[in-house]
T-cell receptor, first 116, second 116 residues
Framework: GENVEQHPSTLSVQEGDSAVIKCTYS??????FPWYKQELGKGPQLIID?????GEKKDQRIAVTLNKTAKHFSLHITETQPEDSAVYFC???????????????FGAGTRLFVKA | KAGVTQTPRYLIKTRGQQVTLSCSPI?????VSWYQQTPGQGLQFLFE???????NKGNFPGRFSGRQFSNSRSEMNVSTLELGDSALYLC???????????????FGPGTRLTVL
C-alpha cells in the first residue's frame, strides 16, 4: 500500500546550523507534498508545501525540494533557532475534487532539537 | 478568521464505552478529515467528509464512524472503546475549491482520548 518514509527520526543541531529532513513516497499518483510542524500540545501546523509540477519552493528560512523521478522530497531549515524545535511531519497527498476526494499519508515524524 | 476547533480537548473513558468527538472547520471550508495520532503509529487517516458524504476511508474497524452536517461541522464516534484507542484525534479542514485543487489541510488542536 501507500507509504511515506521519513528520516531521520531525531535530529539535533546547534543554533544557526541547517537542518535537513528527507522523505520518500511510494505512490506515483501523489501530487501534493505538505510539511507540518507540531509543537507540544498542539495540532500540526502547515509550514510549507510543494506541488508535483514544481521542483523547489522557498519561504524565508524554509525550503522544500521535490524529485518526482526518485519520489523524494526534503525540507531544509537554515539558520535554525531554538523555537524551531518541534516534531516535523512530511506528507504525500493524492486525488482531487473531480476524482472523488483526497487521501493523505504522513511520514512518522522527525523530532528536531535546536541547541542554543 | 477562526481556526479549526475541536471539543472536548480531553476525555477519559473506560473500555466498552462509546465516545463522540466534535470538529468545527474553518469558515467556508467544506472538507473535513479525521486522523488518529499515537506515538507508535504516527498520524493515521481515518476518513474524509465532504458535503455530508464520506469520500475516503482509512483502514480502521467499523467501530470508528463519522458524519458531517450541512454546516460542515463533523463528528466522529468510536463505539466499544478499547485500550488501544487511546490517542490524540485530530481534525483537519480544507477549502475544497473544486476541480484540480490540492488538499491544503489545516489542523485543529486535537482531542486527547484516554481509555482506562
Amino acid at each position: 500500500g501507500e507509504n511515506v518514509e521519513q528520516h531521520p527520526s531525531t535530529l539535533s543541531v546547534q543554533e544557526g546550523d541547517s537542518a535537513v529532513i528527507k522523505c520518500t513516497y511510494s505512490d506515483s499518483a501523489s501530487n501534493y507534498f505538505p510539511w507540518y510542524k507540531q509543537e507540544l500540545g498542539k495540532g500540526p501546523q502547515l509550514i510549507i508545501d510543494i506541488r508535483s509540477n514544481v521542483g523547489e519552493k522557498k519561504d524565508q528560512r524554509i525550503a522544500v525540494t521535490l524529485n518526482k523521478t526518485a519520489k523524494h522530497f526534503s525540507l531544509h531549515i537554515t539558520e535554525t533557532q531554538p523555537e524551531d524545535s518541534a516534531v516535523y511531519f512530511c506528507a504525500a497527498s493524492q486525488g482531487g475534487e473531480d476524482t472523488g476526494g483526497f487521501k493523505t499519508i504522513f511520514g512518522a515524524g522527525t523530532r528536531l532539537f535546536v541547541k542554543a | 478568521k477562526a481556526g479549526v476547533t475541536q471539543t472536548p480537548r480531553y476525555l477519559i473513558k473506560t473500555r466498552g464505552q462509546q465516545v463522540t468527538l466534535s470538529c468545527s472547520p474553518i469558515s467556508g471550508h467544506r472538507s473535513v478529515s479525521w486522523y488518529q495520532q499515537t506515538p507508535g503509529q504516527g498520524l493515521q487517516f481515518l476518513f474524509e467528509y465532504f458535503s455530508e458524504t464520506q469520500r475516503n476511508k482509512g483502514n480502521f474497524p467499523g467501530r470508528f464512524s463519522g458524519r458531517q452536517f450541512s454546516n460542515s461541522r463533523s463528528e466522529m464516534n468510536v463505539s466499544t472503546l478499547e485500550l488501544g484507542d487511546s490517542a490524540l484525534y485530530l481534525c483537519a479542514s480544507s477549502l475544497a475549491r473544486g476541480g484540480g485543487s490540492y488538499n491544503e489541510q489545516f489542523f485543529g488542536p486535537g482531542t486527547r482520548l484516554t481509555v482506562l
